[in-house]
């Protein structure tokens, strides 16, 4: 019984999703946790026999190799796993005068709630996806006076939806105007700035369905200022934190996120920009409790002395596996780190593997 973790489930997807036959040939059967499997293999027994009837004799046996293939892989389960089966099976060669038969089955991270038969040009992908793909974005702002940056978090990737600069001058009085007329000037001036941010941040964000929070922040009274003018509308109640940033472009929006942990604490990105800085700092300070390298990292890792191990995903595959079986096999916690954010790059840099150790040795 295979079961995989995220990491390989991403994996196998990317190879998956590249497949295709030139008819509807290729098998994908999801069976939901708890369910009875005799009723699936009975199915997929009797789609044998409908399959006969398919007038294509090329299609007709690609189709029954295929569900013979996915037949045999569901033998191999007696009951079905914890969390659900799935069994992909076809003939995936590009090659029309050579077959290359190929089946997969194996029980996915996550429970499966789907129950799917389907055979079609490509393998059904979408339940798995879902289980690799965050659930959930939240919105970023970025404000002052002068200048606006709108982005998201969607795990632990920030990407930039906006950046504006403002027409607002600066609090100096022009010259030949009165104090009094230059500052009623100017804060209609913010309050249009205000409000265009305004429609620009309900454009962008409505069109997130999954959207969690909004974290705004910005150098001074500004990011108070904008929330408390009712511009966001309906988002207004979405708003989960507001933060002092000193920065400005995608750094702020990096600064932002990095001061929202508390708001952020059950996100993804937080825990892995944790666990990395733990690890950069104990290399600053050269207490012995921190290694780097893969051969280095192997060897602390086969004694039993890594508490925390730390892979790169940009890694070959087979190099990750092989150190996540090592690391389960000591009850070593392992983490893997995307590239997705400046500490994932730092320890790409360092080998792409890390080591937080029990103890000095």
Known sequence: MVKLNKYQLKKLLDELKALRSRHTELVSVYVPADFNLNVVRNQISQEQALASNIKSKTTRKNVQAGLDRALTELKHYNTTPPNGLVVFAGNVSDNPARDDLQSWSFEPPNKLTVRVYRTEPTFILDPLKEMIEPKY?????????????????????????????????????????SSRRFQR??????????????????????????????????????????????????????????????????????????????????????????????????????????????????????????????????????????????????????????????????????????AILRYKV
Request: hydrophobic share 40%; with cysteine; proline share 1%.
């Open 137 to 177: 974005v939240f919105g970023l702002i970025v404000i002052d006076e002068k200048d606006v940056i709108i982005g998201v978090l969607k795990g632990k990737k920030i990407s930039v939806l906006k950046e504006k600069s403002s027409v607002v001058p600066g609090k100096t009085r022009a010259g030949g105007q």
């Open 185 to 354: 000037v100017r804060q209609e001036i913010v309050k249009h700035w205000y409000k265009d941010i305004g429609s620009m941040c309900v454009e962008l964000f409505n069109g997130f369905d999954n959207l969690k929070g909004i974290i705004i922040g910005g150098p001074g009274p500004a990011k108070e200022v904008f929330i408390a003018s009712g511009n966001l509308a309906n988002l207004t109640d979405k708003v989960i934190a507001t933060l002092d940033v000193g920065h400005s472009g995608v750094v702020a929006l990096e600064e932002l996120v990095d001061k929202a942990s508390e708001a952020l604490e059950r996100e993804e990105v937080v825990a892995e920009k944790r666990l990395v800085n733990d690890f950069l700092q104990h290399l600053g300070k050269d207490d012995g409790l921190a290694s780097y390298g893969v051969k280095e990292v192997e060897r602390l890792l086969g004694q039993g002395v890594v508490k925390i191990l730390l892979i790169s995903e940009s890694l070959e595959e087979e190099l990750v596996n092989e150190l996540m079986k090592t690391a389960e096999s000591f009850g070593t916690e392992f983490s893997l780190v995307s590239l997705d954010t400046r500490e994932g790059e730092q320890l790409n840099q360092l080998g792409g593997v890390g």
